[in-house]
Structure formats: structure tokens, C-alpha cells
């Protein structure tokens, strides 16, 4: 299947490792010249770029931190510098962390509305403009499956990641009729070298061995069971996203799709 991304020019954020990593390298075997992003000069961008030019396909690293609306701004003058417009924008940028309701302070809901969800604002409004000038464009959001069904612990990893997921159909909405669309994609457990070290250190705690895949049925059954019965590969997650980025899915749109093996059990 032609996926209409050759030639593209398609930005991801936090692609300088772990699955944002893995989208960048899927969208340019697609054809795509990628940026690959990092949030300072010698976060792993570069090592990403190298491995898809032996490929044979195009890269660039940019860089910035997405926490201020200066480092923003940074990286859209990195791209445009090369006379280019971005016609896919990934927001993998972000992350998780510890903390429940009765140990988080202001200052970590904050931080992680901050690291989630405005970075992905200033991305928007950095490159809305000339995807609307083009009349093509493509917003994905990289969210969890915890925006629908949210635990008890890191409330403020998922209200932000919610915030993400909400964003994405009242920008759809405010950009109606300019051939850019907005979706949101929300994975499970993804095996990256971080979670698979995180577990192996769970199993070595509750007794589990050292066989990865015994280890993996045993994670996914005490923390996300799913009929899949395994955590997500990275590149299950990129090619759900190059397919929202693509010609292909020019309907889909203020959408909220999960690839989580099953796990929500839900229909909407």
C-alpha cells in the first residue's frame, strides 16, 4: 500500500530515542524526510539520523527544549533554516512520572502539564501556519491508553495526557476545511529498553527469573492484561501513526485511536 508520504517533510518530537525513535526511522522508510527531534544537542538525535541514512533515507536533527516557548521556536528556525514546511507533526515529546494525590505538590502537576501538554501546543502553533498555506497537514498526538481508563497512581501523568487527547478535536475543529487533520494515538505497555529494565528489576523482586519472555507474560498479566498477552513493539506504534499520517487516512480525524492489545476492553 502507497502511504502518499514520499516527500513529505514530517517532524517528530522526543524521536531521539524509545518509540519516537521508531516512528522517525518507519516515516522515512515510507519516504519521508524527517526531523528528528531531541531536547538538547546531544540527546541521541544525531545516532538516529545516522542509522536512517545507512538506510538510504533522509533525516535532520533539530533540537530544543519543548518546556519553554523559546526552545520551541528554536526548533521551527532549525527547519525552516533548510526552506522547508512541515507537513506531518508527530508530538511524541514527553513523559511520566511517580507521584500519587497525596504526595504530589502544584509544582509536579505543573511540571508535567508542561512536559506533555504545552510542548505539544507550541509545536501546533509553530507549524499550524504553513500546513494551512500548503492545504495539507498532519497532527498526531501521542497519548495512553491511561486518557480512558486513568489509575490511582500518576494522576497528573494521565490528567495532562488526557489534556493531550482533548486538544486534538477542538484543533480539528479549529482547523475545518484546511486539509490538516487531528488524531490522537494512545499505545499500552510498549517494550523499550527503559520499561523491559524496569521489569526486569520488578522480577527480580517477585521471582519471575531472568527469561524476558517469561517476564513479559508476567508484567503484562499484573499490570495491563490484554488478549494480545504482551506489551506493544515500537514499530506497532509507528506504523499505526504513519497510516494517520498518511494520504490514506485523510477521514480520519478529531479521532482517538488505542493500540493496547486489547487491555481497555471498551468500544469507544
Known amino acids: 500500500m502507497d502511504l502518499g508520504l514520499k516527500g513529505r517533510v514530517a517532524l517528530v518530537t522526543g524521536s531521539h530515542r524509545g518509540t519516537g525513535s521508531a516512528i522517525a526511522r518507519t516515516l522515512a522508510a515510507e519516504g519521508a524526510v524527517v526531523f528528528v527531534h531531541g531536547p538538547d544537542p546531544g540527546a541521541g538525535q544525531q545516532a538516529v539520523c545516522a542509522e536512517i541514512a545507512e538506510s538510504g533515507d533522509r533525516a535532520h536533527a533539530v533540537w530544543g527544549d519543548l518546556h519553554s516557548d523559546t526552545g520551541a521556536c528554536q526548533v521551527r528556525e532549525q527547519v525552516l533554516a533548510l526552506g522547508v514546511g512541515v507537513d506531518v507533526l508527530v508530538n511524541n515529546y514527553g513523559g511520566a512520572a511517580s507521584g500519587r494525590w497525596d504526595t504530589l505538590d502544584s509544582d509536579a502537576w505543573v511540571e508535567l502539564y508542561q512536559r506533555n501538554t504545552l510542548s505539544a501546543v507550541r509545536m501546533v502553533r509553530a507549524f499550524a501556519d504553513g500546513m494551512k498555506e500548503r492545504g495539507f497537514g498532519r497532527i498526531i498526538q501521542l497519548a495512553t491508553i491511561g486518557v480512558i481508563s486513568p489509575n490511582a497512581r500518576m ?10 487527547a482533548n486538544l486534538a478535536v477542538s484543533l480539528s475543529k479549529e482547523l475545518a476545511g484546511t486539509g490538516i487533520t487531528v488524531n490522537t494515538v494512545s499505545p499500552g505497555l510498549i517494550h523499550t529498553a527503559e520499561v523491559e529494565a524496569n521489569f526486569r ?16 507474560a508476567r508484567a503484562v498479566e499484573a499490570f495491563m492484561p490484554n488478549p494480545c498477552g504482551r506489551m506493544a513493539r515500537r514499530e506497532e506504534v509507528a506504523d499505526l501513526v504513519a497510516f494517520v499520517a498518511s494520504d490514506r487516512a485523510a477521514y480520519i480525524n478529531g ?12 468500544v469507544l
Not at 494522576?155 to 493531550?164: I, L, N, T
Open 201 to 216: 528489576a520488578t522480577a527480580t523482586r517477585r521471582g519471575w527469573g531472568d527469561d524476558w519472555g517469561t517476564i513479559e
Open 155 to 164: 494522576p497528573h501523568y494521565y490528567a495532562s495526557k488526557g489534556a493531550m
Open 255 to 266: 479521532t482517538h485511536l488505542r493500540i493496547d492489545g486489547g487491555a481497555t476492553g471498551t
